[in-house]
């Protein structure tokens, strides 16, 4: 075998076609998921809902992030490629048709789906060892393959087990889909992603859901009596967009050398915050949630948002790490939050306050940038 090549995680390479249209089925996968939420129970939302939440989005997320890794590394538009892909999307029509807040009784569709994934998953790396002339990516394929085929024995398992123990079964298999690979650190080092691909493909599926949560705001928009505080709602979304986009062009440093897992879990964090700031902001027109509730379910979800970023912070050009613009994101996140709650029965001020908090933070991010 030849030795690696230093230079592929500093090739230019962007998003497929193919690849682009794979990612259409989890945005109606993550609508779905999203919906889980958006039930609600003696003016809250139960603890039951948000675990399924999470868990959905962590085993969606996961499987998606392991296929982008293929991609990412090895992936081709050839017909063997593209036909891997378009196989997958095809069942994952039948596993997002699987996502119910009552998963006991889609249980068995949705392993099957997720056991045929993750076959197919190991199967690409199989395939790619035939290809594969640098001893570091030859060790990649076999981790990557291990897992996958590891997650796809455990899943099937769980559907031949007993109901009341099926689901030890699964969840070790959706922990071994998450932690699996880190024995396996020391190759992959070796044969970093590209972080470029990378990042486009995280952030092209992060758009994805700011427009989902944008679709969800404007149902909850009245033509017939327009009313000031849509402004302020907008402005909420609009000002975190505006954050994830400095932070994803300007802030990460798109020929860091990396194996990429910071990004899967900190994107992970940064979905289920839009998830769960999607339910914030449409009930926010409603009474159907107690307000204090309501309240810290909005700053719930916009602490995660920007946590997931923080913690992207080893990704970013070195003149960016500085740890006094989030200690000010923190100060202004508390001060609002204590107006929220000062001011909880006087109209919605809560919203007001929250969008000129985050239109702020906007703007520490940018004022850095343009330095």
């Given at each position: 075998m030849e030795r690696q090549p230093i230079q592929r995680h500093l090739e230019e390479k962007r998003a497929g076609f193919h690849e682009l249209f794979f990612d259409l089925i989890f945005v109606y996968a993550i609508q779905k998921i999203a919906h889980v939420i958006l039930h609600t129970h003696g003016g809250t939302i139960s603890a039951d809902l948000f675990f399924k939440y999470i868990m959905m989005s962590l085993i969606l997320w996961i499987l998606w992030s392991h296929q982008t890794f293929f991609t990412n590394r090895f992936g081709k538009t050839s017909k063997t490629d593209v036909c891997f892909m378009m196989f997958n999307l095809f069942v994952l029509i039948f596993l997002s048709n699987s996502l119910y807040p009552s998963f006991e009784k889609t249980f068995f569709p949705f392993f099957l789906c997720v056991t045929i994934m993750y076959v197919s998953i190991g199967l690409q790396y199989l395939v790619q060892l035939r290809y594969t002339r640098y001893p570091n990516d030859y060790q990649t394929c076999k981790a990557f393959s291990i897992v996958a085929f590891t997650v796809a024995a455990l899943s099937c398992l769980s559907l031949i087990l007993p109901t009341h123990i099926h689901y030890y079964s699964a969840f070790l298999g959706v922990f071994v889909a998450g932690t699996g690979l880190i024995p396996f650190r020391k190759y992959l080092y070796?044969?970093?992603?590209?972080?470029?691909?990378?990042?486009?493909?995280?952030?092209?599926?992060?758009?994805?859901?700011?427009?989902?949560?944008?679709?969800?705001?404007?149902?909850?928009?009245?033509?017939?009596?327009?009313?000031?505080?849509?402004?302020?709602?907008?402005?909420?979304?609009?000002?975190?967009?505006?954050?994830?986009?400095?932070?994803?062009?300007?802030?990460?440093?798109?020929?860091?050398?990396?194996?990429?897992?910071?990004?899967?879990?900190?994107?992970?964090?940064?979905?289920?915050?839009?998830?769960?700031?999607?339910?914030?902001?449409?009930?926010?027109?409603?009474?159907?949630?107690?307000?204090?509730?309501?309240?810290?379910?909005?700053?719930?979800?916009?602490?995660?948002?920007?946590?997931?970023?923080?913690?992207?912070?080893?990704?970013?050009?070195?003149?960016?790490?500085?740890?006094?613009?989030?200690?000010?994101?923190?100060?202004?996140?508390?001060?609002?939050?204590?107006?929220?709650?000062?001011?909880?029965?006087?109209?919605?001020?809560?919203?007001?306050?929250?969008?000129?908090?985050?239109?702020?933070?906007?703007?520490?991010?940018?004022?850095?940038?343009?330095?």
């Open positions: 070796q044969s970093p992603v590209n972080m470029m691909h990378l990042v486009e493909r995280f952030s092209l599926l992060t758009i994805i859901i700011f427009g989902e949560v944008l679709v969800g705001l404007a149902s909850t928009f009245s033509i017939k009596h327009f009313d000031i505080i849509y402004i302020f709602q907008f402005l909420i979304l609009v000002s975190l967009f505006g954050i994830y986009w400095l932070v994803t062009e300007n802030y990460i440093n798109h020929q860091h050398k990396s194996i990429g897992f910071l990004l899967v879990y900190t994107h992970l964090v940064i979905n289920i915050a839009l998830g769960m700031l999607n339910t914030a902001l449409v009930y926010s027109n409603s009474n159907e949630l107690h307000r204090f509730f309501e309240i810290n379910l909005l700053y719930v979800s916009i602490v995660l948002f920007l946590a997931g970023l923080w913690f992207n912070s080893s990704y970013f050009h070195a003149h960016l790490k500085i740890v006094k613009p989030i200690v000010y994101q923190i100060i202004v996140i508390i001060v609002a939050y204590m107006m929220s709650v000062v001011f909880i029965n006087v109209g919605h001020v809560f919203i007001i306050v929250t969008a000129i908090a985050t239109c702020l933070i906007l703007a520490i991010y940018y004022l850095k940038v343009a330095e």
